[in-house]
């Protein structure tokens, strides 16, 4: 089945083989090698989760298409992804049981993370995602499709918590009651964000909304290469891309670490990152995105949390997991981490101030 939905696209290359990608919560990702290179990335796009998968592609295509003009030709092909398109000049297939389909070109000699190792990669990271803000703040974010509405809206992230509570698994709820205090706890510091942007003070641009370290190939130097899993682009704020990055970059354990007495905010990773992003985005961001980014960390580990115990809630019918309480190991994570980022906030602050003013001059 693999091999014919990837001669629905237009190549040259003969398929041998193919091999799962573990590559996310929601989609499903496939290697094609074939028997002479490149190989390719086949997705197969959960459209449960993206209700309108031709336009999401569009504006994978779209961006891409326009990142590419920022750079040579050598270079496009390694730092920016390449999708192909069909037979009949589109660039998803559909198959017979109504899924979508999308191919790209495989970046060889590359590397990711789940986890950083240094604060070389993560500086690297920095570069990358605040490169890739930058390269396509110019980029019309009027023209993306809103391709899941109100994702990064944490006030609709809380009422369907709220939905959760009321109406989720009785046993799950109370074995959750901890996690669920600390989100009311913090709940209204954090939404001073989402009333700054509503009320106009921070700019919207297209952003990526999925900025976590594993979307980030390395070459195998540990440069930063390639930005990837663009299926989340729309407009959004840069404390979207920021947040999500701390988030997963200055973490010291994984995602779903079981012991979270091994999540902790590592500070030299924090300066390396926002060392690299300050570089890249100095000439575009205003005084008021700069003092509220450590807000931003703050707001994308809190609706993470949010997101992840509302699935647990409900059943595990969201995130793909691989046992009974792998969503509750998630969102615990998470809202350690959140106490981290509130432990530390003075020292965060004055650290992203530094890098600003120093890059400023
Ligand atoms: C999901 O599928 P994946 O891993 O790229 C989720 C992100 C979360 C992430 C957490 C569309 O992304 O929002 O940050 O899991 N994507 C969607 O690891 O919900
Ligand atoms: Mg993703």
Not at 346 to 360: H, S, W
Request: net charge positive; hydrophobic share 35%; proline share 2%.
């Amino acid at each position: 089945m693999i091999q014919s939905i990837f001669n629905q696209f237009e190549h040259n290359s003969q398929y041998t083989s193919h091999q799962v990608l573990e590559a996310g919560h929601i989609n499903d990702t496939y290697l094609i090698k074939t028997k002479t290179k490149p190989f390719y990335v086949l997705q197969r796009i959960n459209h449960h989760v993206f209700p309108n998968v031709p336009e999401l592609i569009e504006n994978k295509v779209n961006t891409t298409n326009f990142l590419r003009k920022k750079y040579s030709k050598e270079d496009g092909s390694r730092k920016v992804l390449t999708f192909i398109s069909t037979k009949n000049q589109k660039y998803f297939h559909q198959d017979n049981n109504g899924y979508y389909w999308n191919l790209m070109i495989y970046l060889d000699q590359t590397q990711s993370f789940e986890n950083i190792l240094n604060s070389k990669i993560a500086y690297e990271g920095g570069k990358l995602f605040g490169d890739f803000l930058d390269k396509t703040s110019t980029f019309d974010h009027t023209k993306l499709h809103i391709v899941i509405p109100k994702f990064h809206n944490l006030k609709h992230r809380l009422n369907q918590f709220e939905d959760a509570i009321t109406n989720g698994k009785p046993t799950r709820i109370k074995q959750a009651k901890p996690w669920i205090k600390i989100i009311y706890s913090e709940k209204n510091d954090i939404l001073k964000l989402q009333t700054l942007k509503e009320s106009g003070a921070i700019p919207l641009r297209l952003t990526h909304n999925d900025t976590k370290i594993s979307n980030v190939l390395f070459d195998l130097q540990g440069n930063g290469l390639c930005v990837i899993d663009l299926d989340t682009i729309m407009p959004g704020i840069i404390h979207y891309d920021f947040g999500d990055a701390i988030r997963t970059m200055c973490n010291t354990a994984k995602e779903d670490e079981k012991d979270i007495s091994k999540v902790y905010l590592n500070l030299d990773y924090f300066k390396a990152f926002v060392k690299g992003f300050s570089e890249k985005t100095k000439g575009n961001i205003t005084q008021t995105e700069i003092e509220t980014l450590v807000l931003g960390a703050k707001y994308i580990t809190m609706i993470q949390g949010v997101r992840i115990l509302t699935d647990y809630l409900n059943g595990d019918i969201y995130y793909k997991t691989e046992y009974e309480n792998h969503n509750l190991v998630r969102a615990k994570n998470q809202l350690r981490f959140l106490q981290q980022l509130n432990t530390l906030t003075d020292e965060l602050n004055e650290i992203v101030n530094q890098f600003y003013r120093t890059v400023k001059k």
